[in-house]
C-alpha cells in the first residue's frame, strides 16, 4: 500500500512594512522640499514594484472585505478603494499616462496604495469599527440612556449635571482618539508624537 504526503499550502500575508515603505519612497519628497523625486531607471523600477504590490494586495483586500457583513462601512471602503486600485493599474492600458516621465503616475499609485494598505489592514483583522469610534458609541449610547446626562430644566436646556460615567467614558474618547491620531501621523512618516 502507498500512501501518499499530504501537502499543505500556506499563504503569506501581504509584506504591507514593505509595501507602505516603498510606497513613502515616491511620496517623501512631499515631506522634505529638498529631496528629488525619483526618474529614470530607478523611477520604473518603483513603479513595477508599485504595480506589483497593488496587484498582490487587491485581491486580498477584496477577500477580506468580503467576509465583513454588506452594510459594513469598512467593507464599502475597502471596494471602493479596490475600484480606485483597478483603474489607476488599467491605466497604462487605456491610454491614460501622465506626461513628465510618468512621476506623476507612479505617485499616484503611490497613494492607491498606501490607502489600501490602510484598508487591508482593517478588513483583515474583521475590525467593524476602531477603537476610537467604539469608544465614542459607548459616549453616546450613554448619554442617550443616562437620565442625569438627559436631565432638563423647566426651559428644556439641558442641566449639564456632574455625571462620574459620562466624564469616564469622554477620558476613555479622548484617549482612543489622541492614539488613533498618532497611529495616523505614524504612518505617515512625521515622527511626530500625540499624547492623551
Do not use: W
Not at 502507498?2 to 515616491?26: G, I, K, L, N, S
Not at 523600477?45 to 477580506?64: F, K, M, N, S, Y
Not at 506623476?104 to 476610537?132: K, P, Q
Amino acid at each position: 500500500m502507498q500512501t501518499t504526503a499530504r501537502t499543505t499550502v500556506v499563504e503569506e500575508r501581504p509584506d504591507v512594512a514593505t509595501m507602505r515603505e516603498t510606497a513613502h519612497r515616491v511620496l517623501a519628497p512631499d515631506n522634505a522640499p529638498d529631496a528629488a523625486p525619483p526618474v529614470g531607471e530607478e523611477l520604473d523600477a518603483l513603479t513595477a514594484a508599485l504595480r506589483g504590490h497593488l496587484e498582490r494586495l487587491g485581491p486580498e483586500v477584496e477577500q477580506a472585505a468580503g467576509r465583513l457583513p454588506g452594510n459594513s462601512p469598512a467593507r464599502a471602503g475597502a471596494l471602493a478603494c479596490l475600484g480606485e486600485t483597478r483603474g489607476k493599474l488599467r491605466a497604462p492600458e487605456l491610454g491614460f499616462v501622465m506626461p513628465a516621465g510618468g512621476v506623476m503616475y507612479t505617485r499616484t499609485l503611490a497613494r492607491v496604495l498606501a490607502a489600501l494598505c490602510d484598508h487591508y489592514e482593517i478588513v483583515s483583522a474583521g475590525t467593524e469599527e476602531t477603537s476610537e469610534q467604539t469608544a465614542f458609541r459607548h459616549l453616546a449610547e450613554h448619554q442617550s440612556r443616562c437620565r442625569t446626562c438627559k436631565a432638563v430644566g423647566d426651559d428644556g436646556m439641558n442641566l449639564g449635571l456632574p455625571c462620574a460615567e459620562e466624564d469616564r467614558l469622554e477620558d476613555v474618547y479622548r484617549r482612543a482618539r489622541s492614539r488613533a491620531a498618532a497611529e495616523r501621523l505614524g504612518r505617515r512618516g512625521c515622527g511626530t508624537e500625540v499624547t492623551a
